[in-house]
Nanobody, 123 residues
Framework: QVQLVESGGGLVQAGGSLRLSCAASGRTFSSYMGWFRQAPGKEREFVAAIRWSSGNTYYKDSVKGRFTISRHNAKNTVYLEMNSLKPEDTAVYYC?????????????????WGQGTQVTVSS
């Protein structure tokens, strides 16, 4: 059983920064770990993903240049550095893990999910 625990959410001003963490426990053999977000009344959407073995990263177009996903192998932890935050970034952010080799941006393909952490960006 794999468990994912997010932390680091909070309230920030527009233009500010926030760093989210997701610690994985249990027996993990994930190909990708990703971050998704869901705002009220909206569908859950892909934000960023990282291929665990290679460190290759992938991003939603609207966060490119502002967000950075990274990993710390020894801690089995993935991070999301968020800079230049905008009010439209406000959402509950979830980390997720999948074992499949192909694709990384579809929520339905992920096997494990964290509980979510709220990110609120004020204007």
């Amino acid at each position: 059983q794999v468990q994912l625990v997010e932390s680091g959410g909070g309230l920030v001003q527009a233009g500010g920064s926030l760093r989210l963490s997701c610690a994985a426990s249990g027996r993990t053999f994930s190909s990708y770990m990703g971050w998704f977000r869901q705002a009220p009344g909206k569908e859950r959407e892909f934000v960023a993903a990282i291929r665990w073995s290679s460190g290759n990263t992938y991003y939603k177009d609207s966060v490119k240049g502002r967000f950075t996903i990274s990993r710390h192998n020894a801690k089995n932890t993935v991070y999301l550095e968020m800079n230049s935050l905008k009010p439209e970034d406000t959402a509950v952010y979830y980390c997720a893990a999948k074992s499949g080799l192909y694709s990384y941006s579809y929520p339905g393909e992920y096997d494990y999910w964290g509980q979510g952490t709220q990110v609120t960006v004020s204007s």
